[in-house]
């Protein structure tokens, strides 16, 4: 089922899992939002791994415009206690444990009916393997992916490669209609552009 | 329904056939040896067969066959006239010989059942321990590899000219990332050391500390 990445089929396929080395996961997080960027996307981008203060930062280092870029932050409020100034168009949750407030600020991203096309970023699954069991995880996402597709909106969730256990894969993998691997090399593509076995 | 089927065809099927052969032997001996005969004499060492057999297999069901050698051996008797202590004896034997061994077999089979539910209690408790740990693996291996490499970002950007607020917000996100894994850590010990119990006390006290 892994493909290489093409965002071509946001289109057809709306629910995509994300593998990427974690030492690349920054970078492949860059990777993706230009991508949707530039496809016409606004984008929703849930972080729970670095704050949206030092991303915003990193984003525009690429000349991405934050006018199309949207965050639900799980991480700031909890690691320095407090939210930072000049953040008034980031959402911030208390913690990345409280799925309650995380979906609360999920809901109301994606309804405003602007008629902009949305597409939800999750950054990411590993990192809340810190705070949170793999069950809690795995009802979660499946909570977010059925809203999606209820609201037609496609969804990208970024997980480390091998941080995630094959019983955690299998049922992210349910929940998706495809996944990507961002770090295989474009050699082992067959010839309709996907990987051997898909 | 299945349960009384499953009597007439599997393991308990072929018990009741053995039993029923045996108990027509019985009444084939009283009524041939004991009442044609006229003899009482060793035939009824046969019986234990069938009485011993049907409590071990039935337990204290089997009270109800030996009760029907007893009336069965009683009622010869005084057909044919030779009703004597013997007799009474000999019948009441039979009752007491069943209980004896339909006690046992039941003790046996409940000590068992005993074994065997402590067996899968124990087996429970190891597939949890062993889901535990490797979900307490997941939640401490990568997160941690995910911990070096922010930090190699952070050292990196150190040799290009530091954000200081930026690295010093970085470096609470892996402080707060760092007390959830030991967090995390300790709630691993802690359920090692309720599960196992010869883990000496002070060795307890430091790995929940």
Redesign the interface.
């Known amino acids: 089922m892994e493909t290489q990445f093409d965002i071509g089929r946001l289109g057809q396929e709306k629910l995509f899992l994300v593998l990427s080395s974690a030492e690349r996961l920054r970078q492949n997080n860059i990777r993706v939002i230009k991508t949707l960027i530039g496809r016409g996307y606004r984008v929703v981008v849930i972080t729970t791994n670095q704050p949206s203060a030092i991303l915003k930062k990193h984003y525009a280092a690429e000349g991405i415009g934050m006018g199309k870029v949207t965050f639900i932050d799980a991480i700031t409020k909890y690691a320095i206690g407090r939210i930072p100034e000049g953040e008034n168009d980031t959402k911030f949750v208390n913690s990345p444990s409280n799925l309650t407030d995380l979906g609360i600020a999920i809901t109301e991203v994606l309804n405003p009916a602007s008629g902009e096309k949305t597409c939800l970023l999750f950054d990411s699954i590993s990192t809340m393997l810190i705070y949170l069991p793999s069950i809690h995880i795995s009802k979660f996402i499946h909570f977010v992916t059925s809203k999606l597709r209820l609201l037609d909106v496609p969804g990208i969730f970024l997980a480390v490669e091998k941080g995630i256990d094959p019983l955690l894969l299998t049922q992210l993998t349910t929940y998706v209609d495809d996944v990507i691997d961002m770090d295989k090399p474009p050699g082992l593509l067959g010839p309709d552009g996907k990987s051997p076995g898909t | 329904m299945e349960q009384e089927q499953r009597k007439f065809t599997g393991e308990g099927g072929h018990r009741i056939w053995i039993l029923a052969v045996l108990g027509l032997v019985c009444i084939g001996l009283e009524v041939v040896v004991h009442l044609t005969l006229r003899t009482a004499v060793g035939y009824t060492h046969i019986f234990y067969i069938l009485l011993v057999l049907s409590a071990l297999w039935y337990h204290h069901k089997a009270l109800f066959i030996a009760g029907g050698l007893v009336c069965a051996t009683l009622a010869t008797s005084l057909f044919v006239g030779d009703l004597t202590w013997a007799t009474i004896l000999r019948a009441a034997m039979f009752l007491v010989i069943t209980w004896i061994v339909a006690t046992i077999s039941d003790e046996r089979d409940r000590a068992r059942r005993m074994l065997q539910e402590q067996k899968e209690e124990i087996e429970k408790k190891h597939y949890a321990l062993v889901g535990y740990i490797?979900?307490a693996a997941?939640?401490m291996?990568?997160?941690l590899?995910?911990l070096?490499?922010?930090l190699?970002?952070m050292r990196v950007q150190l040799d290009q000219g530091p954000?200081i607020e930026?690295l010093k917000?970085?470096l609470?996100?892996q402080?707060?990332?760092l007390e959830?894994?030991i967090g995390?850590f300790r709630e691993l010990n802690r359920e090692i050391v309720e599960e196992r119990d010869e883990i000496p006390e002070a060795f307890r006290e430091f790995l929940t500390r």
Do not use: A
């Open positions: 490797s979900e997941l939640r291996k990568n997160p590899e995910m070096r490499d922010n190699t970002s954000d930026e917000m970085m609470s996100v402080i707060t990332h959830q894994i995390n």
